[in-house]
């Protein structure tokens, strides 16, 4: 198995977001690897909202540090010594492995088979089958 040094694990508060993050920490403690913790605001889902309610993307800003901040604090009591979050805003399908990913130097992401968004999925595809098309590292994708 190949010595990772920078894991990325997409996060966004789904069953499969958490097992593959509990699958991150448990590569990151073997390879005494990097963790970095995304959670990317999908910000096309505001577009009409917005128009309707102006604090949609502060309380999704919200959730998404809270979420990432509990992430933290359990990868560090796993003994995840150097963890870093990273909440952004935009596609994930295009965040997480072209920009994220570059800028980290990851050389595995980690993500759930699915996510949250259902409908998107049915439509376009899901954002794991993006990443995987679209890394130029390893991707592990977690089932449940």
């Known amino acids: 198995m190949s010595k990772y040094h920078n894991i990325l694990v ?7 977001a958490k097992r593959a993050f509990t699958n991150a920490v448990n590569i990151a403690k073997d390879n005494h690897a990097h963790l970095i913790i995304v959670h990317i605001i999908d910000t096309r889902t505001f577009a009409t909202i ?3 309610d102006r604090t949609i993307v502060s309380r999704a800003e919200n959730y998404g540090q809270e979420l990432l901040d509990d992430y ?5 009591q796993a003994g995840v010594d150097n963890v870093t979050t990273v909440i952004d805003f935009g596609s994930p ?12 130097e990851v050389d595995l992401i980690v993500s759930g088979a699915t996510g ?6 049915m439509l376009i595809g899901s954002v ?6 679209h ?9 449940s």
Not at 93 to 104: E, G, H, L, M, S
Not at 135 to 143: H, M, N
């Open 128 to 133: 794991s089958e993006s990443i995987t098309r």
């Open 10 to 16: 997409a996060v966004d508060g789904s069953d499969e």
């Open 72 to 76: 933290q604090a359990e990868a560090n």
């Open 50 to 52: 917005e128009q309707y």
């Open 135 to 143: 890394s130029k590292c390893d991707v592990l994708i977690v089932r």
């Open 93 to 104: 399908k295009v965040k997480i492995p072209k920009d994220i990913a570059q800028k980290y």
């Open 116 to 121: 949250l968004n259902a409908v998107e999925r």
